[in-house]
């Protein structure tokens, strides 16, 4: 009865060598050394051929690819820059704010309110004011319902024009802000 497997013959052969490439070896070539990365397996259990492995842990790297240990000074150019000239930092926490500045603390109860919420408010209900309620301008407001129903839905385009002004306003400019003065958030 002959025997399924094809190299069986060979697994009990003590002249058949065969290499980590699977390739076989003459009969009368001596068998390939092992060496220290051939007996390593990888992470799927096949072992690499030889010269192809990773250095195992603590293994010295050829000559031109080790990193400069601590302390070493790098390459021109490549140095990590000092400190900044004195005058140039900026303040720290807690610093005093320049002179002429007016800082005046947010009232209680106050929320900033946001820049898109107000602009999207004026895009799809600016007819009825509602973005101008939202940022506090409350007879403005009033007043953009009142045009709405005497122009039968027409001043609409007026909280329209208002959504995408508020939208594209820079800050700074009269757009980013809300009635109290205060800047509208991103």
Do not use: C
């Not at 990888?42 to 603590?58: E, K, V």
């Amino acid at each position: 009865m002959s025997d399924p497997t094809p190299n069986s013959a060979s697994a009990n052969d003590p002249t058949d060598h065969t290499d980590a490439t699977g390739l076989q070896a003459q009969s009368g070539d001596p068998a390939p050394a092992p060496s220290a990365s051939a007996a390593q397996p990888s992470a799927d259990g096949a072992t690499p051929p030889p010269g192809y492995a990773q250095p195992g842990y603590g293994a010295t790297p050829p000559p031109g690819y080790a990193q400069p240990g601590y302390g070493a000074t790098p390459p021109p150019g490549y140095a990590q820059p000092g400190y900044p000239p004195p005058g140039y930092a900026q303040p720290g926490y807690g610093a005093t704010p320049p002179p002429g500045t007016v800082y005046t603390p947010a009232p209680p109860g106050w929320t900033p309110k946001s820049k898109l919420a107000a602009g999207l408010l004026g895009i799809f209900l600016g007819g009825w004011g509602v973005h101008n309620f939202y940022i506090g301008n409350t007879q403005r407001g009033v007043i953009q319902i009142v045009v709405t129903i005497v122009t039968l839905g027409i001043g609409s385009i007026w909280g329209f024009v208002e959504g995408i002004l508020i939208l594209v306003a820079q800050p700074g400019t009269k757009w980013a802000f809300d009635a109290h003065g205060w800047p509208l958030t991103q």
